[in-house]
C-alpha cells in the first residue's frame, strides 16, 4: 500500500460514491457498506427534514428517492446540515421526474425559507414612530434594512396555499385558485410567522435588500404592483415587524 | 473539566423541556457543536438555557482532523464563537475525516494510520487548539474495515497525538467494543495499552447487527441500550478512572427521558462499585 493520505481519500470518496478506483479491494469488504450506506441515509435524513412540506405531498418513498439523486449531484458543503439542501428546490424544479409536480420546486422553496428564517440572526424591529420622526425628504433618503429573520418569495403558482396545507397535515381543497402568491416570514418571539403580501412588497423588500434609499425603492416597487396601496403596504410590513431597527442609518440620512 | 460531572446525556430536542428542569447530580449534557452554528433563533436559545443550568460539553462530528488537508478557519470560527457563548466544560472531536476537497460527507471516515497521517492529525490538532485556545479531546473511531497501511497501531497512535499535542481522549467504550468485534481483536488488549492517563469522557452507547450481515459485523447506531459487554467494559475501566465523567449517547429510537436517567442511574451505580472496590 504506498497510497498518500490525500489518495487515500480521494479513492475512498470515489469509492463510497460507487465509482471504480484504486481502493477497490477496500470497497469490496462487507463493511465498506457501513460507510457508503450512512453518509447517504444522513443526507437523506437532512432532506425529508429540512423539506417537511414537499415530503408531506410526494410521500416518504418518493422523497428518499429524489433526496438520494439530489445527495448524488450536491454533496453537503460542511457538517451545518440545517443548511443542507439550498440547491433542493432548483433540483425538483428542474427535474423530469417532476415536471407533473411543478409546483414542488416552489413548496420546496418555502420550506427552505421557513428553515432560514428560524436560524437567522435576533435583531430588534423597526416601529412606526421611528419613521414618523423623520421630515418628508429624510424618509426618502433613508434606507431601511429588511428585518435578519425576513425572507420573502414571489411565486408564480399558489405555492403558500399548498405549503401550509402541507405542513398542517391537510389535504388541499378541490376549489385551490391557481393564482400567483407571494409570501413574506418573519420570527417574531421564537415563531416563525407567514404573510401573504402583494407582489409589490416584495418588489420593496428586494429593493431595500439591495440597499436603494427608501424613495427610490417605492419607486421601483410601485412598477411591480398596484401604486395605489405602496403606502399601505409600506406601513404593513412596518407593521408586522419586516423591517430591523435602522436608528443608526436614519440618524445618518436624515437632515 | 467541571469538577462536579457525573454522568450525561446526549441532549435530544425532544426532552429539551425535562433537560432544562432535571436536577439529578451530577448530570450534564452534550450536544453537536454544527447543529447549533446558527446566526439566531430559539434553538440557539435553548441551548443557552441548558448552559445556564447544567455543565455543557461540545462534541463535533466535522472538524474532519484525519483529512490531509488544514481544519477549515470558517468553521473553527464558528466553534469558537460557540465555544465563547456556551463556555463548555468540554469539547471534543472524532479521530476520522469527513470534509474533503469542499464537500463533507455526513460521517467518520477511517483512514490508514501512518507516519503522514500522525505529522497532519497532530498539526491538525494543534491549529484546532490554537484557534479555539483550549485543549481538545479525540475521541476512538469504531472500525468496520481491515485496512493496509497502518504504522501504528491505535492505542499507540493516540499515545503519540497526546505527546506531541497536550490533546485529552475521549473514550468510547462502545467503539472499542464494535472495532474489536469487527477486527477479531480482545477489546480487554486494546484497553490495556489504551493510554488512560490522558482521558477526559467516556462514551457509553448501544450498537447493532447489521441488517444484512447479522451479528458478524456490528454498527455503532446509537440507536439501543447500553449492551452489558459495554456495562463490563465500563465497570472494567472505571477501576483505573474513577472520576472522569461518562455520557449515555442516544440518537436513534430515542425513550422516554425517564429511561436515559435509569440508563444514567446504572452508570452511576457501576463508577461507585468501582470506587469502592478500588
Redesign the interface.
Known amino acids: ?1 504506498t ?4 489518495d ?3 479513492g ?2 470515489q469509492a ?1 460514491r460507487g465509482e471504480d478506483g484504486p481502493l477497490r479491494a ?1 470497497a469490496s ?7 457508503r450506506n ?2 447517504m441515509k ?2 437523506i435524513n ?1 432532506i425529508e427534514a429540512n423539506f417537511p412540506a414537499v415530503a408531506c405531498l410526494v410521500g416518504h418513498e418518493w422523497m428518499r428517492s429524489a433526496a438520494a439523486a439530489f445527495a448524488l449531484e450536491h ?8 443548511n443542507y439542501g439550498e440547491a433542493f428546490p432548483d433540483f425538483l424544479a428542474t427535474s423530469v421526474a417532476t415536471t407533473e409536480l411543478a409546483y414542488l420546486g416552489e413548496v420546496a422553496r418555502l420550506d427552505w425559507l421557513f428553515l432560514a428564517c ?5 435583531a430588534s424591529t423597526l416601529h412606526a414612530g421611528q419613521l414618523a420622526a423623520c421630515s418628508t425628504s429624510g424618509l426618502a433618503s433613508t434606507s431601511l434594512r429588511p428585518h ?2 425576513a425572507r420573502w418569495h414571489a411565486s408564480p403558482l399558489p405555492a403558500r396555499t399548498i405549503w401550509e396545507a402541507s405542513r398542517s397535515g391537510r389535504a388541499v381543497t378541490g376549489d385551490l385558485a391557481w393564482m400567483p402568491e407571494a409570501t413574506l416570514m418573519l ?1 417574531i418571539d ?1 415563531q416563525v410567522r407567514v404573510h401573504a403580501i402583494g407582489d409589490s412588497s416584495c418588489a420593496l423588500l428586494d429593493a431595500c435588500h439591495a440597499g436603494l434609499a427608501l424613495g427610490a425603492a417605492l419607486d421601483l416597487a410601485m412598477s411591480a404592483g398596484d401604486a395605489t396601496r405602496m403606502d399601505a403596504d409600506l406601513l404593513h410590513l412596518v407593521a408586522i415587524g419586516a423591517f430591523a431597527d435602522a436608528s443608526p442609518s436614519l440618524t445618518k440620512d436624515t437632515p | 473539566m467541571h469538577a462536579s460531572m457525573g454522568t450525561g446525556l446526549g441532549l435530544k430536542a425532544e426532552h429539551l423541556a425535562q433537560a432544562i428542569d432535571a436536577v439529578a447530580p451530577g448530570l450534564w449534557f452534550e450536544v453537536h457543536p ?2 447549533y ?7 440557539l ?1 435553548a441551548l443557552d438555557t441548558v448552559a445556564s443550568r447544567h455543565p455543557l460539553s461540545l462534541h ?4 474532519s482532523l ?3 488537508a488544514t481544519p ?1 478557519a470558517a ?1 473553527l470560527a464558528r466553534l469558537r464563537r460557540l465555544i465563547d457563548r456556551v463556555r463548555p466544560a468540554l469539547v471534543s472531536e472524532h479521530l476520522a ?11 467518520l ?4 494510520r ?1 507516519h ?2 500522525l505529522a ?1 492529525i497532530v498539526d491538525n490538532i494543534a491549529r484546532t487548539q490554537d484557534a479555539l485556545g483550549r485543549a481538545i479531546s479525540i475521541e476512538n473511531p469504531s ?7 497502518h504504522d501504528y497501531d491505535e492505542t499507540h497512535f493516540f499515545g503519540e497525538l497526546v505527546a506531541r499535542t497536550g490533546c485529552g481522549l475521549l473514550l468510547d467504550l462502545n467503539n472499542v467494543f464494535v472495532s474489536s468485534h ?1 477486527l477479531g481483536v480482545d477489546p480487554l488488549v486494546y484497553l490495556d495499552a489504551y493510554p488512560m492517563q490522558a482521558v477526559t469522557e467516556i462514551h457509553l452507547a448501544g450498537h447493532a447487527p ?1 441488517p ?2 447479522g451479528g ?2 456490528l ?1 455503532d447506531s446509537h440507536d439501543a441500550p447500553v449492551a452489558d459487554e459495554v456495562w463490563n467494559l465500563y465497570s472494567i475501566v472505571r477501576l483505573q478512572l474513577p472520576t472522569i465523567p461518562a455520557l449515555i449517547e442516544r440518537d436513534g429510537n430515542v425513550p422516554p427521558f425517564e429511561a436515559l436517567m435509569a440508563e444514567r442511574a446504572m452508570a452511576d451505580r457501576l463508577q461507585l462499585d468501582a470506587r469502592q472496590a478500588a
Open positions: 500500500m497510497h498518500t493520505l490525500a487515500f481519500q480521494d475512498f470518496v463510497m477496500i469488504q462487507p463493511g465498506f457498506a457501513v460507510y450512512t453518509w444522513a443526507c437532512t454533496m453537503p458543503m460542511d457538517g451545518r446540515l440545517t428560524g436560524n437567522a440572526a435576533d435578519p429573520t420570527r421564537g | 454544527e447543529n452554528m446558527v446566526d439566531g433563533g430559539p434553538q436559545e463535533g462530528v466535522s472538524l484525519a483529512a490531509d477549515d468553521h475525516w469527513s470534509h474533503w476537497r469542499g464537500r463533507y460527507a455526513p460521517d471516515l477511517p483512514f490508514p501512518s503522514a497521517a497532519r472500525h468496520y474495515l481491515q485496512l493496509d497501511g469487527n447489521d444484512l450481515l458478524s459485523l454498527i
